[in-house]
């Protein structure tokens, strides 16, 4: 992908750890001078995959690479996951499937979500690429192009079963019987998608069940392709064919706030640059938001909202070090983020120190609920400034 993040790859693979080495030592090892640590952890990614894999079977399990991967890197994330034994992969963007197709086996497929867009369909073509159809326009214009090749093309069919957003509309049925009737397209898969899979308790999954078997029934030797994470752990009545699952493979909890049955992939350390004592009174951060009760032990971390630490923070959620909890004060910043290390033991957090951000002590899941928003979110949002250690 960009330059700087293969070259951060390379110096990990010239830097990786000898089999011997704890993790600890692992980490010792990683280059200095960066304003945080984004380990991601391709073994527990692998797992979680299979486990999906196990959980749906007979169904298949793709994998949803969209977002460059959840934020955590498509350019590994993608081959590391086919080494598993994937071979669905679901981009949003026609661009993020070129990106990836070349980097995966031949007996990979890859689908763009987003679908077809108006003079995509040769370029599609050309990459080996499948689209999925959202509209009459779409299937229309990949089966001319099919005509005008005088070959069959291949193609995912998504409805909208009630959530508004993409897909064909169940009133457009007839007329997609009778398009597929005239031949030149193989539609690997009739698909929808819930809007409140991670919700199992939540009556529209069942509404958007009953519409996709209804449509189903119109397409009665193809395969289905429903569920995503959430969908996936609401029974198999949900799989169909193939599952679609994202945010689990991620290491996010795939039903909100139950408890999380996946392994954490992503983990984000970040280095103090300053630690500072103020009296009480001190006013802390920008617009002088947080007055200190008493005296207090400061830290500034470096990293803030241009680093997927979202605003919403301020004043709201911590860090760890040592286990202990270590309250952010004041308001985020661009680069930033002041914490109260008066917890700590006196000058136990030094300059250069790391404290966890999302690790053992704070779950992704949690970090994104103390931020208001949801692990997505988080993920897709940490950028490019973070050491990238792929383990
Ligand atoms: C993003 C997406 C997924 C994956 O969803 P998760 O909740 O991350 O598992 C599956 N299908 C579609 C259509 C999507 O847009």
């Known amino acids: 992908m960009d330059a700087t993040r293969s070259l951060q790859n390379d110096a990990v693979m010239v830097r990786s750890a000898p089999s011997h080495m704890s993790s600890a030592d692992a980490d010792a090892a990683l280059p200095a001078g960066y304003p945080g640590y984004l380990t991601i952890d391709l073994g527990a990614l692998s797992r979680n995959y299979q486990a999906m894999t196990r959980r749906v079977a007979p169904a298949m399990a793709a994998a949803v690479v969209k977002a460059d991967a959840y934020g955590l890197g498509a350019d590994r994330v993608a081959p590391a996951l086919y080494a598993a034994g994937c071979r669905h992969f679901f981009v949003a963007q026609f661009h993020e499937a070129l990106a990836i197709r070349p980097i995966l086996g031949v007996d990979a497929k890859v689908f763009v979500l987003n679908g077809l867009q108006p003079g995509n369909e040769e370029p599609c073509v050309q990459a080996g690429i499948i689209p999925v159809l959202n509209g009459m326009e779409q299937l229309a214009s990949w089966q001319a192009l099919a005509g005008s090749l005088g070959r069959t093309l291949p193609a995912v069919l998504q409805f909208d079963t009630g959530m508004s957003r993409l897909g064909l509309a169940p009133a457009d049925l007839d007329d997609v019987q009778k398009a597929i009737e005239k031949g030149g397209l193989d539609i690997l898969f009739v698909m929808s998608h819930l809007a409140c899979g991670d919700e199992p308790d939540n009556a529209q999954n069942g509404e958007q069940l009953a519409e996709m078997q209804r449509i189903a029934a119109c397409f009665a030797d193809l395969p ?39 392994e954490p992939v992503a983990s984000l350390d970040v280095a103090v640059v300053q630690t500072r004592t103020v009296p009480a009174g001190a006013k802390i951060g920008y617009g002088g938001s947080h007055v200190a009760a008493r005296p207090m032990v400061l830290a500034t971390i470096a990293a803030g909202y241009a680093d997927g630490l979202p605003r919403t923070l301020s004043d709201r959620g911590a860090v760890y070090f040592d286990g202990v909890r270590l309250p952010i004060v004041g308001r985020v910043s661009m680069d930033s983020i002041i914490i109260d290390a008066s917890a700590l033991p006196q000058g136990r957090l030094t300059l250069g120190a790391r404290v966890e951000v999302i690790g053992p002590n704070q779950s992704l899941d949690a970090l994104a609920a103390d931020a208001g928003t949801i692990s997505y979110e988080i993920l897709t949002s940490l950028g490019s400034r973070y050491f990238r250690n792929y383990r």
């Open 224 to 262: 289905l392709c429903f569920a995503n994470s959430g969908g996936s752990f609401l029974g198999a009545g949900y799989h169909g064919a193939l599952v679609r699952p994202g945010i689990a493979v991620y290491g996010g909890a795939p039903h909100g706030n139950a408890d999380n049955p996946m």
